[in-house]
């Protein structure tokens, strides 16, 4: 079965992560994604561990893509010949970097009227900040996220992983498909290019902040595991030293988790019937809860809470995730062909959809590993002038 996608072509021109994951993610549900990486290959290729060699990130990031080799500054009437047949182009180069190469968004949507293009930066194609470098770490920090990440006594704290590039990279997913929309459904015919930063996502995901200082002056802080809004919820360690997380926003949660593990009389104390007298009380919450998870063992507890039907989980790491049978069941956890390392296993395509699901076909390729398959077959090169531009570094 083929993909809600089938047919659309997406040039995935950037680097790293928030861009090359937008691709990544219309690949998974059919659309045909070429990568277009320097001759000197991408940089995730040369980032994180490998095995024998061949990268590990590169195999999910570049999973589901064609890849060739094209020096935009020495191959730009080659990558013209791509952008004339695709629907979309993703790219991450600081402004005004296309542009000086005689391929701006004036250029490549003068070739081709249909195109969608996302640019993608760390703070937009415009503003005072737009011709610095962005990264997903500097969009942690300048979005508010790691003022309010971490204990109230220690620093301000960044994720171990890309999550604005990943927030980003999605929000630049429904965007693409917005402007698709707008284009083949609502029947415009006319493309648009998509200014997305790393920063605005990831911001955006914050919440009411804005709103609560502008109204009251008030800034978040930092609570460690804690919610400002209510409790319990946090982080509690077992007797056997594993961590469980816990969340009961809602009362009658509130009132069967106090009741499993303060006795009635917790349940029915004053101070905690509402969310604003939890978060006032939140010590005692916690010495409650907290210490009635920490006197039994992982098991008994989840036992308990699903006996009471309290809102709980494990924390897990990604070993514990192997196992767990809720992520079997769904096949999260997918083995996927590869030609280098044989079998690979990375996550399943998200989300499951009933008639027209996603489908990782194959991870990242080599590099330069479709040089012939599209620029000879398809875009019409001889072998010889493939040869040629080898030779000149072009791919």
Not at 142 to 168: R, Y
Not at 336 to 356: C, I
Request: aromatic share 8%; glycine share 12%; charged share 20%.
């Amino acid at each position: 079965m083929s993909g809600p996608l089938d047919g659309l072509r997406v040039i995935d021109a950037a680097s790293l992560f928030a861009g090359p994951v937008i691709a990544s993610l219309l690949g998974d549900f059919g659309a045909d994604v070429i990568k277009v990486e320097h001759p000197g290959g991408d940089a995730l290729r040369k980032t994180g561990y490998q095995k024998d060699g061949v990268p590990l990130w590169w195999k999910v990031v570049a999973r589901n893509k064609r890849c060739i080799t094209l020096d935009l500054k020495k191959g730009g009437d080659i990558f013209k010949k791509l952008v004339a047949g695709a629907d979309v182009v993703i790219e991450n180069f600081r402004p005004g970097t296309l542009e000086k190469w005689g391929l701006g968004w004036d250029v490549l949507s003068a070739i081709n009227p249909r195109l969608v293009m996302v640019r993608v930066t760390g703070f937009g194609q415009t503003g005072p900040y737009s011709s610095k470098p962005g990264f997903g770490t500097l969009a942690e920090a300048m979005s508010g996220f790691a003022h309010i990440t971490g204990t109230p006594d220690g620093p301000p704290t960044l994720p171990p992983f890309g999550l604005a590039d990943g927030i980003a990279a999605h929000y630049g997913t429904f965007a693409t498909m917005f402007a698709l929309y707008e284009r083949d459904a609502k029947g415009s015919g006319k493309g648009q290019f998509i200014d997305l930063s790393l920063y605005e996502p990831i911001f955006a995901l914050l919440g009411y902040q804005p709103t609560l200082f502008d109204q009251l002056g008030v800034i978040q802080g930092r609570t460690g595991n804690r919610s400002v809004n209510n409790a319990p919820r946090n982080a509690y360690q077992t007797r056997e030293g594993r961590w469980v997380a816990l969340s009961a926003a809602a009362p009658s949660i509130v009132e069967r988790v106090l009741t499993l593990t303060g006795g009635p009389a917790a349940a029915a104390d004053p101070r905690f019937r509402t969310a604003r007298g939890r978060v006032e009380h939140v010590e005692e919450i916690d010495a409650i809860v907290g210490g009635w998870i920490g006197r039994h063992t992982l098991a008994e507890v989840l036992q308990a809470f699903e006996a009471y039907e309290g809102a709980i989980a494990p924390v897990y790491d990604v070993a514990q995730i192997f196992e767990d049978p809720q992520y079997a069941a769904r096949c999260d956890v997918i083995d996927v062909p590869d030609e280098e390392l044989g079998t690979v296993k990375m996550q399943n395509a998200f989300p499951f959809m009933s008639r027209t699901p996603g489908r990782v076909r194959h991870a990242g390729p080599r590099l330069g590993a479709h040089n012939a398959d599209i620029l000879v077959r398809e875009l019409g090169l001889t072998e010889a002038e493939l040869g040629d531009l080898k030779s000149r570094g072009v791919i």
